[in-house]
């Protein structure tokens, strides 16, 4: 099952726009993870963001996460073309061994960014 | 350069052929995984492995055989039991297996004649 969903499943912006997506997921978790996926190739990872923290800054790209309401928001400022491309949120199952290895991922939000 | 090397990149299988993706990393990684990805859709995982010599059902697995003889390489076959085996298949690897940050290869596309 995919704990974590994206919101909105797709984005169109135009250059230099902001871009927020959001993923809510189920469970406790230990942290939630964004990876970036070009069409047709693998995933990149963007930003790790643990559960005792609240927001995290790297690059253009800013993370929130609330785990009161079991949920996070990717913010990409000033976007670029080349930030067209899938946009997936990964959790783990939180503090048990059953869940090492055993990231979710959610649906993904696909991003297109116009010049 | 360090990384994930995954092949073919398009694969094509026969009814009721067994194939088998590779899947080689020169990152020193403990952990190893093995995901299907459907057109629109998330990740599903279908088999890691923590550790050379062991390796564990995903959400996924039927349908699907892995080994781990050597820590750099976690090969797996689609079986002629997977019987809708079409999809985009991912390797990843972490430093270990306590979810950290995953490095995926570029991917193999499964399609059946």
């Known amino acids: 099952s995919q704990q974590g969903e994206e919101d909105p499943q797709a984005l169109s912006i135009q250059e230099g726009e902001n871009a927020t997506m959001n993923c809510s997921y189920k469970t406790s978790i230990n942290n939630l993870q964004w990876y970036r996926q070009n069409s047709g190739r693998g995933l990149v990872h963007l930003i790790l963001?643990?559960?005792?923290?609240r927001e995290k800054h790297s690059g253009r790209l800013r993370v929130t996460l609330d785990t009161s309401k079991k949920s996070s928001s990717l913010l990409i400022t000033a976007s670029r073309a080349a930030d067209t491309a899938s946009y997936f949120c990964?959790?783990?199952?939180?503090?048990?061994?059953?869940?090492?290895?055993?990231?979710?991922f959610g649906a993904g939000t696909q991003v297109v960014v116009t010049p | 350069d360090g990384g994930i090397t995954q092949s073919p990149k398009y694969l094509f299988r026969k009814e009721g052929q067994n194939v088998t993706l590779s899947c080689e990393q020169n990152l020193n990684h403990d952990a190893m995984y093995w995901y299907r990805q459907d057109p629109g859709q998330g990740l599903r995982l279908i088999y890691y492995?923590?550790?050379?010599?062991?390796?564990q059902k995903g959400d996924i697995a039927e349908g699907y055989s892995v080994s781990r003889e050597k820590k750099e390489s976690f090969p797996l076959t689609v079986t002629s039991a997977q019987k809708n085996p079409t999809a985009f298949y991912l390797c990843?690897?972490?430093?270990?297996?306590?979810?950290?940050?995953?490095?995926f290869g570029s991917g193999t596309q499964l399609s059946v004649l």
């Open positions: 990843a690897s972490s430093r270990q297996a306590r979810n950290e940050k995953l490095f």
């Open positions: 990964a959790t783990d199952g939180g503090k048990t061994t059953d869940s090492w290895g055993k990231l979710q």
């Open positions: 963001i643990r559960s005792n923290e």
């Open positions: 492995s923590q550790i050379v010599n062991d390796f």
